[in-house]
């Protein structure tokens, strides 16, 4: 189904044409077989990389494209649609460079061309092993000794962990709670950091997540991002950016389960009937159209809060845990709409409902959306 959008520019109207061009041609033949392989699609991510679309909220002095974040979303939304592991990627990988565009010194951001065109991987560490939505009491440490830090400790749920050219580390470098923490940018080949082996995750089986070990890896000094005691203000910064871009990816993730139940409903015959003319089915998928437009629409106020400066945070926690929940509620219904055919693998929408799990974990579990947003509240 066609969705009708309202776009800034005509130049972001012709992104979008550029993404749905490249995700029919790169991303939706491939998906099957590369999930089934379990194997990532690295050469994919630089062909969008080399075609601009990796760094399209970031400044053009430093090899982006300088769009609203509005566009980026909804271009992230489309690659999603045909193959959610790869628009998964480029918001994880989009996230990635944020740290250093944002926090960064000049000299640091001379880095950033190569990681924004994509030719640079990037792997963002914050969680661990006891600690995941308590980021405040992460444990690896960084201590320094001369011109370096030595990190010690171990990360987990590392998206890209063993494709990654680069990794955002967070670490303490000071006391306890989130003034001792710090961000670390280092990279894949230093000695002492070892990637584990890839978990055996229930979806998003080309999208390699591990745990990282750091053995008194050797980081430079220099490669500190915003000072020590800086690392929990950039994390949380980096974090409401990056719910949104779950949001986007939620919402073309159901709105493929959606159209694809569409089709599936309208060729369908029961009792001499078009299955889509029950109105057991034909309300159900009228229910899934109307809350994936709440979805998305909820998704870009936030996203125009952000470009016009404006606080987002509330927004973004919201749109991720409506997105998110949306997408699970509609893949879950794509597959009873197909019946006994939705239960295997001949069609997508069984990866669909396996896939859109993740999207209420990653990020920030949808019951800490829910956290900020009552804290907000209670705030007024």
């Not at 201590?143 to 987990?156: E, F, I, L, N, Q």
């Not at 000071?174 to 584990?196: E, H, M, N, V, Y």
């Not at 139940?261 to 009228?286: S, T």
Request: proline letters at 4%.
């Amino acid at each position: 189904m066609t969705v009708d959008r309202i776009l800034p520019t005509d130049e972001a109207h012709d992104l979008l044409d550029l993404a749905t061009e490249l995700a029919d041609r790169e991303l939706a033949p491939n998906a099957a077989g590369f999930e089934q392989r379990a194997e990532f699609p690295r050469e994919v991510l630089r062909t969008l990389g080399r075609a601009g679309l990796l760094g399209l909220p970031y400044a053009e002095e430093h090899g982006g494209a300088a769009q609203p974040y509005e566009v980026y979303l909804q271009v992230l939304e489309i690659l999603a649609s045909r193959w959610l592991a790869v628009a998964e990627a480029v918001s994880v990988h989009t996230l990635s460079c944020y740290p250093l565009a944002q926090f960064g010194t000049d000299e640091q951001r001379k880095l950033l061309p190569d990681m924004i065109g994509g030719e640079l991987l990037g792997a963002y560490c914050l969680s661990e092993p006891q600690g995941g939505s308590d980021a405040a009491s992460l444990a690896t440490k960084a201590v320094r000794d001369g011109d370096s830090y030595v990190v010690t400790g171990t990360k987990a749920w590392i998206t890209h962990a063993r494709v990654a050219d680069f990794y955002n580390v967070f670490c303490r470098t000071g006391g306890p709670g989130p003034k001792g923490i710090s961000c670390l940018l280092a990279d894949r080949g230093t000695a002492g950091i070892t990637p584990q082996a890839a978990e055996r995750t229930m979806g998003l089986h080309a999208s390699p997540v591990a745990q990282i070990a750091f053995d008194d890896a050797r980081v430079p000094a220099e490669r500190l991002i915003g000072g020590e005691g800086m690392g929990f203000t950039i994390a949380m910064s980096a974090l409401d950016s990056g719910r949104l871009g779950i949001a986007a990816c939620a919402v073309g993730l159901a709105q493929a389960a959606l159209d694809y139940a569409v089709g599936y409903a309208r060729e369908r015959q029961q009792f001499g009937r078009a299955i889509i003319d029950f109105q057991g089915l034909g309300f159900l998928l009228a229910d899934a159209a109307t809350q994936i437009s709440a979805a998305r629409a909820l998704t870009l106020a936030a996203a125009r809060l952000r470009d016009a400066g404006r606080p987002y945070s509330t927004e973004a926690a919201k749109a991720k845990l409506f997105a998110t929940d949306v997408a699970m509620r509609v893949t879950t219904d794509a597959v009873q709409v197909l019946g006994g055919a939705g239960y295997v693998a001949d069609h997508p929408v069984e990866r669909y409902m396996r896939e859109a799990k993740v999207l209420q974990i990653v990020e920030g579990t949808n019951q800490i959306q829910r956290l900020v947003i009552s804290r907000a509240l209670a705030k007024g």
